[in-house]
């Protein structure tokens, strides 16, 4: 009887043990799964364009940014419904711009092509969603990017430059179109390219899903400018890296 018993105890402590291993399996979260949202940085600066505080704390939030006022009215023309109007918030540019849409006194372009910008970019992160993984490397900016990023972020003077640049074959990586720049890093979200003829001030201004395919992208401004002139050039990207590891342009912004 005495070896009954002890089988007995001993199967069912080890049924036991069984159960309470398959319980905590079933408690556990995945290990090493990571966490994607949307997001945006130090360099996303629609919030100070406004000519009130609007609190984002979520990305819902992002709306109320749209429909807020601007600190300035802007005159433009060239827009969907006439040829000379004002803009005061980013729902109204959003919905009338063209892209021959500019601004109609030449001491605001520089406002103007800011807000553009934000705007976009404030719509682009309101509508992404959260990615399910990422191929993004961490601290992507610097100097290498001249070797990785796309040949469409180049430093280009005019639309038909950038076209010609585009349909070059030979042509695919950044530094194949500026070479020998020198690097300076302003901060973890902005950094600077540059020479003698000219400056690229490039700018991470959020992450997210872009394109609904799963992946994390992120969200790039380019601010250019001519040593001495008065050339100036304001773009966004959209760009993502893909299980090859290599940097594609998914859509891009002209202002």
């Known amino acids: ?33 990571l966490h994607y949202s949307v997001s945006w940085s130090s360099e996303y600066q629609m ?4 000519s009130k505080a609007v609190p984002i704390n979520e990305q819902k939030d992002l709306q109320g940014v749209l429909d807020a006022p601007w600190y300035a009215e ?4 060239n827009t969907k419904s006439s040829e000379n109007t004002s803009f005061a918030n980013c729902s109204g540019y959003l919905s009338e711009v063209t892209k021959k849409t500019h601004a109609l006194r030449d001491n605001e372009i520089n406002a103007f092509l800011e807000f553009a910008m934000m705007c976009r970019s404030t719509k ?18 610097n100097k290498s990017m001249l070797e990785n990023f796309p040949v469409e972020i180049a ?4 639309t038909r430059e950038a076209e010609k640049n585009a349909n070059d074959k ?8 500026n070479q020998n720049l020198q690097f300076e890093a302003i901060s973890k979200d902005r950094v600077k390219f540059f020479d003698d003829g000219g400056f690229q001030n490039i700018s991470l201004v959020g992450r997210g899903d872009f394109n609904s395919d ?16 008065s050339y100036f050039n304001f ?21």
């Open 1 to 33: 009887m005495w070896l009954y018993n002890y089988i007995y105890r001993k199967e069912a402590i080890a049924f036991l043990v069984l159960l309470a291993s398959i319980s905590g399996c079933s408690e556990k979260p995945p290990e090493n799964k």
């Open 47 to 50: 919030v100070e364009l406004l």
């Open 74 to 77: 802007i005159s433009v023309v």
């Open 124 to 141: 682009l992160l309101l509508n992404a969603k959260s990615p399910e993984k990422s191929n993004i490397p961490n601290d992507f900016l």
């Open 155 to 158: 430093f280009q003077t005019s």
């Open 170 to 177: 030979s042509k695919k990586y950044w530094s194949d179109i």
């Open 214 to 229: 799963g992946f994390e992208d992120v969200l790039i401004s380019s601010r250019d400018s001519v040593e001495g002139g």
């Open 235 to 255: 773009r966004i990207f959209i760009l993502s890296v893909n299980e090859k590891g290599e940097w594609q342009l998914i859509e891009e912004f002209r202002y």
